[in-house]
């Protein structure tokens, strides 16, 4: 069955730090190019982050970037993502996705989010 | 802010064909591929469809998508109850500071 978890969400100050992470199974994370999404409560859809399937690429939305660092490790089936300087507007619910195309089939798949929640 | 522009709802009765359309530019659906996700309620986002007009495995061919110009639409004919859900357009932007996935604005739609 595939899977990805996410956790390490919860609630920090404004200013403060916090590690996501999602932990993939059932497919090969390895060959799977990763992105980070965000809801925040009520809203819509926001791209966070982008991560090539060896980590050699990867970008950023102008609304993180310079606090925000994605990472993987292909050997663990994992990704992450270091929160920095975290403020009011970064609270949302974090998504993983992974997509791969295949031939002509297409994979993509989404976690069940974790919620972080920036407040003092 | 979303740089890709839907419209907020969008409503039908079982059985009829809803349009959702999604503005773009030049940067975004004018060079790129178009993707549609449909969120239920409560849940993480679906693909529906890809490289502007291809079904994944398993979403039914009620779906269907199409680009022309900076512009792209998703119809779902047969509307059935369940498919009462928020609907999102997104495509990669080549913008000055890197290319950026950007999401459309989101319509909700609602089954009559």
């Known amino acids: 069955e595939v899977q990805l978890v996410e956790s390490g969400g919860g609630l920090v100050q404004p200013g403060g730090s916090l590690r996501l992470s999602c932990a993939a199974s059932?497919?090969?994370?390895?060959?799977?190019?990763m992105n980070w999404v965000r809801q925040a409560p009520g809203k819509g859809l926001e791209w966070v982050s982008y991560?090539?399937?060896?980590?050699?690429?990867?970008y950023y939305a102008d609304s993180v970037k310079g606090r925000f660092t994605i990472s993987r490790d292909n050997a663990k089936n994992s990704l992450y993502l270091q929160m920095n300087s975290l403020r009011a507007e970064d609270t949302a619910v974090y998504y993983c996705?992974?997509?791969?195309?295949?031939?002509?089939?297409?994979?993509?798949?989404w976690g069940q989010g974790t919620l972080v929640t920036v407040s003092s | 802010q979303s740089v890709l522009t839907q419209p907020p709802s969008a409503s039908g009765t079982p059985g009829q064909r809803v349009t959702i359309s999604c503005s773009g530019s030049?940067?975004?659906?004018?060079?790129?591929?178009v993707y549609w996700y449909q969120q239920l309620p409560g849940t993480a986002p679906k693909l529906l469809i890809y490289?502007?007009?291809q079904r994944p495995s398993g979403v039914p061919d009620r779906f269907s998508g199409s680009k022309s110009g900076t512009s792209a639409s998703l119809a779902i004919s047969g509307l059935r109850s369940e498919d009462e859900a928020d609907y999102y357009c997104?495509?990669?932007?080549?913008?000055?500071?890197?290319?950026?996935?950007?999401f459309g604005t989101g319509t909700k739609v609602t089954v009559l």
């Open positions: 030049s940067s975004n659906i004018g060079s790129n591929y």
């Open positions: 490289s502007n007009n």
């Open positions: 059932g497919f090969t994370f390895s060959s799977y190019e």
């Open positions: 991560i090539s399937s060896s980590g050699s690429t990867i």
């Open positions: 997104a495509a990669w932007d080549d913008s000055l500071s890197g290319p950026h996935y950007v």
């Open positions: 996705a992974g997509k791969n195309l295949v031939g002509a089939t297409y994979f993509d798949y």
